[in-house]
């Protein structure tokens, strides 16, 4: 199976997650956040980085657990940006 390549939005919404749970991790080390929450410290690693934008739903709940985030403060990095209303297919001019 042939993976689709990511859109731009898609990489920047990835940086985005990797940037709040840097922050959310603080002063704790990758090692103590990632056995918290279940994976490899190379894993968080390679979301914090960008490198994996697009984790698996298990993996961003675990994270969100060991973190003391809130699924729905995750899950509003994830939603699309707004399209302007002149781009929408159909718009009044």
């Known amino acids: 199976m ?3 390549p990511l859109t731009p939005w898609e990489r920047e919404r990835g940086e985005r997650l990797g940037a ?4 959310a991790r603080g002063e704790r080390s990758m090692v103590e956040v990632a056995a918290a929450a279940g994976l490899s410290a190379e894993t968080l690693r390679k979301i914090e980085t960008g490198r994996v ?3 698996a739903f298990f993996t961003v709940a ?3 657990g060991a973190l003391g985030l809130s699924l729905d403060a995750v899950a ?3 939603a699309p940006p707004e399209a302007p209303p002149e781009a929408t297919v159909g718009a009044a001019a």
């Open 2 to 4: 042939v993976r689709t």
């Open 20 to 23: 709040l749970l840097r922050t």
């Open 53 to 55: 934008p697009t984790p």
């Open 62 to 64: 675990g994270l969100a």
């Open 76 to 78: 509003a990095l994830a």
